[in-house]
């Protein structure tokens, strides 16, 4: 059956509209979704820590507190801290601490508490004279390689200190990408003074406050400053080396004249590949005590040198009470000082995650693609159903399944090669693909059933309407070219057995007399053509292929006429008994709607449409119920047929060989058989010659041989003999 398919084209084509409008932007809720498996991915497969641990937290944690007092501790302490760590040996020091405001323990703060306290004015004028822990603290960051945290605030417009890191541009600003603040909070001038490198602290939480990428840089006012764990990589190489920055419009990078952001960071031999903000997407490794050491052992002595030696130390707190405690993928409370050092040991192994400036036009095409393609099998899920043994609702719902497992495996194989594409929309798109096509195939394969049960239910059974109705594609509506099999059925001494009937009981007799005949021609799978008065018209083959069809419609004939035997003997008490002359032939015609717009008949076309009325006249001159056609004899092989001759037809340009049904199979196979055969034939003869006498003599011969599976037909055939 030819879909419809404009309004199946025009659904799809808005379904992936909005599909692609709704990725374009990308509103918050599908977004988390993203972020979600994104998770899922990094949950499953987590970047592999190095167990040498090259990068570790010295931790102020709830034992250090518990041990030297609440914080803030005095600089001293922090002076001390920084001493041993460069007396181990440690490749750099990172301090994730903003130490904006002088110590609260300075000396001088100290001498003016107690110059107002009587009798302690000398030790006040003593303290005042002694070195600030600001100070302290000073000397000894200037005597190691540290990086200082300072962090950009955009409800500030106070100007930081100038960074220590000399960049290098390829391509456009990156001050047009990366996260902007007006000003910021920096440490004290003489401790930024005294620092090797100034490191941001910032990270931007997502809007579930979920840490997943850190920008590797940041302006605030105005200018431009690595983060924390950047700036320890490059003082770990060399205080002068140099930051560059690649962004849309260098050399090698497909920017098509947009400027599309930034594409990469490098510092000395370590490349790191970022989004177009320059944000480094962090591929977490689980939490691992070996990675922290306690500021507490540190002080106490208890640390090995070799713990400390040749690595990146970053100094931060994990103690609840400092409220430093973030949300990472993998963990619902890590200490902010671990995000950095995390991404410092990314850095260093190279194992990233990049969600490359490509992947959302890319993600668009697949969408459109992936899209397109499921709309397509889906809109040939009948034929899909066919070749999978199922229904087209269960193979497109496959069809779609299948489609996004492959989404999802392809995504976690990106995801398996650093790079993170989304699975989340065009799984979206694919399954509002599948519940529009579905919905709208169903609704027109329903309309289409509708119009099948309106249009053949009152020509075939209802068992085949159904059929049709449940696989419509195997029906073809408008003309073809196919071999059918035609029953022409005729009442014969119609006129006779109407006469002194009024209208309604004609029309009773007439429906009573065809009901039975009707369910015959049905129950053998055969369409009904249409009534004329007081004859009936029948096809085999059409409009569903029956590869049987010639034998369907002879056992038909036969069905036909016992029930013709049956009403005669119900009615005993009847003048006149009722005959029926069928008439079947089998050959090409054309089936089709026949007909104008407004009404038209399913029906047959062509010459054995008129070979089987011929057919069915003939039955008068032969004296016999059924006549059927060569073709049809042939292809009902095994039936017990009575060659009557050879006749020309008229309307025919050659003689055809005509046969008498006289049973099927079961009477064929009877012993008896070759007898009533003989018999059968002569009296097919003696009807051609007129010599009715003799034609009785043989009926009453062949009827004699008592064979069950011919009396209906003998004494239908009997009855045609004059008394």
Known sequence: MKQRQPLYVVLMGAVLAA???????????????????????????????????????????????????????????????????????????????ILAEPDRWNAANIAKELAQLPGLEPLGQRAANLPSNDGVLAAAIAKAPVVVGLAGDRNLNRQLTDPRAPFALAGDDPKLFVPSFEGGVGPLPELSDAATGLGAVNWLPETDQVIRRVPLLITAGGKLYPSLSLEAVRIAQSPSTTILVRSSGASGILSFGEKTGIDSIRVGEVLLPTNAHGELWLKFSPHDPRRTLSARDLLAGK?????????????????????????????SAVPGVEVHAQALEQMLSGDHLVRPAWATGAELVFLLAAGLLSALLISKSATVARTIATSGAVAAAILTITAIAGVVALSWVAYRNGLLIDPVYPSIALLAVYLVGSLTSYVRSEADRARIRSA????????????????????????????????????????????????EALVRFVNTLFTPLADEI????????????????????????????????????????????????????????????????????????????????????????????????????????????????????GFALVEIGTAAIRGKDRSEKLYALIGDETLAADPGWPNLQSLMSAYVKAMAAGDTIAARRHIIASQSLNIPAAIALLEATGDRLPL
């Open 456 to 503: 053949f239910g009152y020509y075939v059974s209802p068992a085949v309407v159904e059929e049709l109705a449940a696989t419509p594609d195997r029906l073809k509506l408008g003309g073809e070219t196919r071999d059918v099999t035609l029953l022409f059925a005729d009442v014969r001494g119609f006129s006779r057995l109407s006469e002194g009937m009024d209208a």
């Open 522 to 637: 049905l129950a053998h799978r055969g369409t009904i053509d249409k009534f004329m008065g007081d004859a009936v018209m029948a096809f085999w083959n059409a409009p569903l292929n029956d590869t049987d069809h010639a034998r369907q419609a002879c056992r038909t004939a036969l069905a036909m006429q016992a029930s013709i035997v049956a009403r005669n003997a119900g009615h005993g008490d009847a003048s006149v008994p009722i005959r029926l002359g069928i008439g079947l032939n089998t050959g090409a015609c054309v089936v089709g709607n026949v007909g104008s717009p407004q009404r038209f008949d399913y029906s047959v076309l062509g010459d054995v449409v008129n070979t089987a009325s011929r057919l069915e006249e003939m039955t008068k001159t032969y004296g016999v119920p059924i006549i059927i056609g060569e073709q049809t004899a042939v292809s009902a092989a």
């Open 19 to 97: 599909a692609v409008t709704l990725r374009i932007f990308d509103p918050a809720p599908v977004a988390r979704m993203r972020l979600a498996v994104f998770d899922s991915m990094l949950t499953a497969s987590p970047r592999a820590p190095d167990e040498t641990f090259p990068v570790r937290v010295l931790d102020i944690d709830e034992a250090s507190l518990a041990e030297f007092g609440q914080w803030p501790w005095p600089r001293t302490r922090l002076a001390e801290i920084v001493t041993k760590l460069e007396e181990a040996g440690a490749r750099t020091i990172a301090i994730d601490l």
């Open 303 to 331: 640390i090995d040198k070799s713990e400390i030696e040749g690595r990146f130390i970053f100094i931060g707190a994990s103690a609840t009470g400092l409220m430093d405690l973030r949300t990472t993928p993998l963990a």
